[in-house]
């Protein structure tokens, strides 16, 4: 990190550097103009508050959004990302995410929520009498360093911070931080404490437990400060945090949350507006309110900054105006029928069924379908490696696009025209003697590109992976690497211009890491010579064939599965952090789903799964009857989808493997699953040599199977 003395500075960095997408995933263009864009302008151009009213990301991605664009940061702890309370329930065996008294009134700031405290922080403002230092509701800030250390004071690498700024000693055992009731209470009664949370309360269970067993010391009431006690209606901490979790995503919660944002980021956070909400704090931590290079003495100089350093920094202002409210979720449920005619349940849940020419088992399936891309479209691949590029139009229907043959050098056939199932007069090829015939074709040895151009394909006796064009249909670039068999690929989310990791993995038991480029292909340390790119790391720890493999780049982590066990988490720099181990019975992984934020599921023979956290606990497992082919998680990790050879696809919740929701059976196995970008189209690879697309809907699952913790 650079830290430049003035912006004059900055804008030339920033000219003398190739042009990045600092918000490529928040819909800003890859321009200069953006890196040195201001915070509401970042705002302004970004395709996020769209994407939040209409439910394409949630809650807490929405947040994060306007934390980042804001200056928030988890590299400033005076900066720390800032989340609301949502609940006000801490106290009973049950909570009812259905009530509306469980949930805190959003549109007032956290001082104002108990009447007779909000009566006294306005006399504080209306008596004010100090001529030196502008009004203000509170002397405390609702986000500063010493909060973001209170809260993760059990986990490192915080508690050193912790000790570093308070003389190798830990608080008072009285102001530690140790019942989630007790500090809710603290920030409704304590004149001196309107603390707002942090991100991780929504994700991060380990937090709230003292791992390393760390002496806290005894409080007034004889209680020794240890783990944080949790509220009656949470089992454990993974618990606390996924209720936690799905109230900040409930109705009540959307509802209400752009009235929140107002008084952090918006228009409430000052002037006459913060007045009249309550929402006025120290004027040393708002952006602008004093020029640090016009004070010339160093002694005052110095002072000032320890001052704004404890008084902690309000966000930048994002909007001058009200924050438009989310759509509701139900009516975003419904969506447009198809013209073809089912009946009962059949009718309301598939959009359509298409068939290919050929009967070959449709065995991966990618659904890359965002809008911005020159051809949204769902590719499909079949077991005798024919592929399609279906054309994709809003998120009713598919259609068939025009295929490409090969010449007979490449033996890469292409199902041509559309998908019309009476279409034969299409010229098939098949791999011959270039495929290892030991491979078994499955879903892992496909991947297609985030912009529907490439695909990517193992198994081929010279132990390389190839990539193929979408358009032309012609081989494009081979890569070697590996002493073995190419057994599997997966990619990660797209990064900038497409940019992403590609994980190859093999039979003698190594995984390697390769960075896909838009421009150049799968590169190495150096893009120009694509014709031999070199793998970014070597992922070793495995002692037998690799069959599954997830990468994650958000997380900086790949997770493996070996045939015959276990599965590895390493780092994407080729470190290898730990093993999943699942019980007894749980031996053979075959399939793996990681979300964004560590979830992770892991398919094992014979109907067996296990959910672990990103640190290797197990959350959960269930066993069922269905011989699975295929699973993938909803993008917030929050449901699991799986299909297999009966036919039937299953919703799960993820985190307890309730079940959601069961489709009508289909007429074969099902092969391969994708989602559509926004989470309203489950498309699916049958065996058959069909694709069906389902209406899938998690909002309207999440708002019906709410149960009462």
Request: proline share 5%; hydrophobic share 35%.
């Given at each position: ?38 915070p ?85 403002y ?11 509701h509170?002397?405390?800030?609702y ?51 309107v ?47 996924r ?14 949350l ?60 994002l909007l ?15 969506l ?149 068999v190419?057994?599997?690929?997966a ?9 992403c ?171 391969a699953?994708?989602?559509s ?26 708002y019906?199977?709410?149960n009462?913790?």
């Open positions: 990190m650079f830290n430049f003395p003035d912006q004059a500075t900055v804008k030339k960095v920033v000219y003398s550097l190739p042009r990045v997408g600092v918000g490529t995933s928040y819909g800003l263009p890859q321009a200069r103009r953006i890196s040195l864009a201001t509401r302008q970042l705002f302004k151009s970004s395709n996020m508050t769209q994407r939040w009213q209409r439910r394409e990301i949630s809650n807490f991605e929405y947040l994060m959004f306007l934390n980042t664009i804001a200056g928030r940061t988890y590299n400033d702890l005076n900066q720390y990302p800032v989340f609301p309370w949502v609940l006000t329930n801490y106290e009973s065996e049950e909570l009812d995410l259905t009530l509306p008294g469980n949930f805190r009134d959003l549109s007032k700031p956290i001082g104002a929520l108990n009447p007779k405290r909000a009566v006294f922080y306005a006399e504080r209306e008596t004010w009498e100090d001529d030196q230092t502008p009004p203000y509170y002397n405390t800030h986000s500063t360093s010493t909060f973001t250390l209170c809260w993760l004071v059990r986990i490192e690498p915080f508690t050193t911070f912790f000790l570093n700024v308070n003389e190798g000693k830990f608080d008072h055992p009285d102001r530690t931080f140790s019942a989630v009731a007790r500090s809710w209470r603290n920030s409704q009664r304590d004149t001196s404490d603390k707002e949370l942090i991100p991780e309360f929504y994700y991060l269970p380990e937090m709230f437990v003292n791992s390393n067993a760390y002496n806290f010391g005894v409080r007034d009431d004889s209680i020794v400060v240890n783990d944080v006690d949790l509220p009656p209606w949470a089992k454990n901490p993974e618990d606390f945090v209720i936690n979790r799905m109230a900040l995503e409930s109705e009540f919660v959307s509802c209400q752009h009235q929140w944002i107002d008084l952090i980021f918006g228009y409430k956070q000052r002037g006459p507006e913060a007045v009249r909400a309550l929402n006025v704090f120290h004027y040393l931590t708002y952006e602008g309110s004093v020029n640090l290079d016009s004070v010339t003495d160093p002694v005052l100089r110095e002072a000032m900054e320890a001052q704004i350093q404890t008084f902690g920094q309000t966000p930048s202002q001058i105006e009200p924050h438009p409210p989310r759509s509701s979720a139900m009516h975003l449920c419904f447009p029928q198809s013209p073809l005619m089912f009946k009962d349940q059949m009718q309301q849940d598939v959009i359509m069924v298409l068939k290919f020419p050929s009967n070959s088992p449709v065995t991966h399936v990618a659904a890359n379908t965002l809008p911005h891309l020159t051809i949204p479209a769902v590719v499909t691949v079949t077991c005798s490696r024919l592929f399609a590029v279906n054309r994709w139009h809003n998120t009713v229907g598919l259609r068939g696009a025009p295929g490409y043959s090969l010449d007979q050098a490449h033996h890469l056939p292409i199902e041509m025209d559309s998908l019309i199932a009476n279409n034969s007069g299409v010229n098939k090829r098949q791999i011959t003697d270039l495929v290892d015939q030991s491979i078994q074709i499955n879903a892992h040895c496909f991947v297609v590109t985030a912009d529907n151009r490439y695909i990517l394909i193992c198994g081929f006796w010279d132990k390389s992976f190839r990539v193929y064009s979408t358009e032309t249909g012609k081989l494009t670039q081979i890569v070697f690497g590996h002493w073995d190419v057994t599997c690929l990619r990660s989310e797209s990064y900038i211009g497409g940019d990791y590609i994980v190859s993995g093999s039979r003698d038991a190594t995984l390697l890491l390769w960075y896909w480029s838009g421009r150049h292909h799968i590169i190495g340390d150096n893009p120009n010579n694509s014709d031999y790119p070199a793998p970014r790391a070597v992922l070793t720890g495995h002692d037998h064939e690799v069959v599954c493999v997830s990468v994650c780049a958000e997380l900086g982590l790949v997770i493996s599965g070996a045939k015959e066990g276990p599965c590895l988490v390493h780092t994407i720099t080729g470190d290898l952090l730990r093993a999943l181990e699942g019980p007894e019975n749980c031996l053979y992984p075959r399939l793996i789903s990681v979300s964004s934020e560590g979830h992770c599921i892991i398919y094992y023979e014979r109907g067996r799964f296990c959910n672990f956290s990103i640190n290797g606990k197990l959350l959960g497992q269930m066993e069922i009857s269905d011989s699975t082919r295929a699973i993938l998680l909803s993008s917030d990790g929050q449901n699991l989808v799986t299909g297999g050879d009966n036919g039937v696809v299953e919703v799960w919740q993820a985190c307890d493997f309730k079940q959601l929701y069961i489709y009508p059976g289909c007429d074969a196995g099902i092969r699953m994708d989602l970008h926004d989470q309203r189209t489950l498309i699916t690879g049958m065996a058959s040599g069909s694709i069906v697309a389902f209406n899938i809907d998690f909002n309207r699952w999440h019906e199977h709410q009462r913790y």
